[in-house]
């Protein structure tokens, strides 16, 4: 680990000053399994406030419906984006590297989608452990973007520090919590705390691609590349605080009950293609996260190349469907799936009147481009995770660490203080 501790790590260690510190061999003492058998290990990570749950309505329902409010705030930080932008195209650097872990790691791939098509700039998503151990540079002009929720994932501060010391390439952070140990060895960095009081990451992950949406909006107008394309994506995505919102007042209900429906099945199979790969992944990953249930996720054209074996009954296909080049190739997915026996959900806009009336079942979201679903997309599968971790007794603020077993694996893979 470098660098100071993340403050809920601090916390937890001044309670017990004289006692065993975990180390990684023994990653938890007895007074620390004594701290998580009273308070779960994720609400130690939150610093939630607020006491445990451990019967509906969890914290996390309260975290989705936040988010439009929080959505609408990200808005004021749009000078300080501008600032950004304009230190990347004062220093000249023609090469973005966005970096990440988890659901940082797919915001960053979605990131490596989004600003070549409204910048010019190149741009790649590399997973952070990999960055730091296999990455190379190029002759271009680099800066790499950080991004981690919680701000002390040690496999972004590792990477970050090799970024700059070897390579000499300075780093951007994007995270969620004020004073954190990658804020600290970042160059520039964008902090909004979205004050999430459990769980996996919620609010985090629209917030933060919306502070990515307003920076690639902010260097095309500098760059001018795609100046329509950027005055399009901006329509929507100042609409987007409107766009969830309508989303969640519309449509929880029949995601709750969808969500019951599909609580006995093994396992979902999650297709997304383009901007809607990200959705895929960040939904899916959502799903496992709020509900212990497997995922597999699949490109567009993967998905028959890949999946047609696995196709059964007891697993449901899921789709992202906006308007777009993926559209028809995912309606004849919707029509695989179905002549194979797994039940179909699509996600559609309200315009869509093709697969819609093909899948078993479907999640309308307000009328958006597919390069703005990703937003409303993220919480699709946030909610019907959260009401499927419902359905089947199990409690979506944890990541699994009410049960001690996981709390203690968590600390193996990531020993107090790393994550």
């Not at 003492?29 to 994720?42: N, Q, S, T, Y």
């Not at 409010?69 to 966005?98: C, N, P, W």
């Amino acid at each position: 680990m470098i660098g100071k501790m993340p403050r809920w790590a601090t916390r937890l260690l001044a309670k017990h000053p004289n006692a065993e510190r975990p180390t990684p061999e023994n990653p938890v003492p007895a007074w620390l399994e004594e701290e998580l058998r009273r308070v779960p290990l994720w609400y130690h990570i939150r610093e939630a406030a607020d006491e445990p749950r451990f019967a509906p309505p969890y914290h996390l329902i309260e975290d989705i419906h936040r988010q439009p409010g929080l959505l609408q705030q990200t808005l004021a930080l749009r000078d300080r984006l501008s600032e950004i932008a304009d230190y990347i195209m004062t220093k000249g650097y023609e090469h973005l590297v966005f970096i990440g872990c988890g659901s940082a790691y797919y915001t960053s791939l979605f990131s490596a989608f989004l600003f070549p098509r409204l910048t010019g700039l190149t741009a790649e998503g590399v997973e952070a452990w990999e960055f730091r151990n296999y990455w190379q540079p190029s002759k271009r002009k680099t800066i790499v973007i950080a991004q981690s929720a919680t701000g002390g994932s040690f496999e972004v501060l590792e990477a970050a520090k090799r970024a700059q010391s070897e390579w000499q390439i300075p780093v951007l952070a994007i995270t969620n919590t004020l004073d954190s140990p990658l804020e600290a060895v970042a160059n520039e960095a964008v902090v909004f705390p979205t004050g999430q009081k459990a769980g996996p990451d919620i609010c985090v992950i629209p917030t933060r691609l919306m502070l990515l949406y307003l920076l690639a909006i902010a260097l095309g107008d500098r760059t001018k590349y795609h100046l329509s394309l950027a005055r399009q994506v901006e329509e929507q995505i100042v609409a987007m605080p409107e766009i969830v919102e309508q989303f969640l007042r519309e449509e929880e209900s029949g995601v709750q009950q969808l969500a019951q429906k599909h609580a006995q099945q093994s396992c979902f199979f999650v297709v997304g293609g383009g901007p809607n790969w990200f959705t895929a992944l960040e939904a899916a990953l959502k799903i496992e996260e709020e509900s212990r249930t497997p995922c597999r996720t699949y490109q567009t054209a993967d998905y028959p190349h890949m999946a047609i074996s696995l196709l059964a009954p007891n697993r449901t296909t899921v789709v992202f469907a906006p308007p777009g080049p993926s559209y028809d190739r995912l309606y004849a997915c919707i029509r695989t799936a179905k002549v194979a026996g797994s039940p179909t959900i699509a996600v559609v806009v309200k315009s869509d009147n093709q697969i819609a009336r093909d899948a078993d079942a479907i999640i309308t979201v307000p009328n958006v481009d597919e390069l703005a679903l990703p937003i409303p997309g993220t919480v699709v599968g946030q909610l019907f995770g959260y009401y499927l971790g419902v359905a089947k007794n199990v409690n979506p603020d944890t990541l699994g660490t009410d049960q001690l077993s996981h709390a203690k694996a968590w600390l193996t893979a990531f020993p107090l203080g790393m994550h």
